[in-house]
Nanobody, 116 residues
């Protein structure tokens, strides 16, 4: 089992920045890709970004060029730097881990609210 704890959400004005963190614990040796999803009220959960165990990032179209994902394997932590935030980025952001045996783990979520 892998446990995930997110932090860093909050309220920010449009154009501002936030950095989310997600620390993994437990059976960290099964961790492959780490990433982020988000879910706005009344909408389906949306993939935001992922980073492989060797550091290759990938982004959803809606955040490309504004968000940066990074990973510190020594700390078992993944980060999401969010710049140029827009009101439509408002959502609960969930940390996600895909294990080497294709098992999925989720964090509890952290709220990001962007005011216009």
């Amino acid at each position: 089992q892998v446990q995930l704890v997110e932090s860093g959400g909050g309220l920010v004005q449009a154009g501002g920045s936030l950095r989310l963190s997600c620390a993994a614990s437990g059976n960290i040796f099964e961790i492959n890709a780490m990433g982020w999803y988000r879910q706005a009220p009344g909408k389906q959960r949306e993939w935001v970004a992922r980073i492989t165990n060797v550091g290759n990032p990938d982004y959803g179209d809606s955040v490309k060029g504004r968000f940066t994902i990074s990973r510190d394997n020594a700390k078992n932590t993944v980060y999401l730097q969010m710049n140029s935030l827009k009101p439509e980025d408002t959502a609960v952001y969930y940390c996600h881990v895909r294990s080497f045996v294709t098992r999925d783990y989720w964090g509890q979520g952290t709220q990001v609210t962007v005011s216009s």
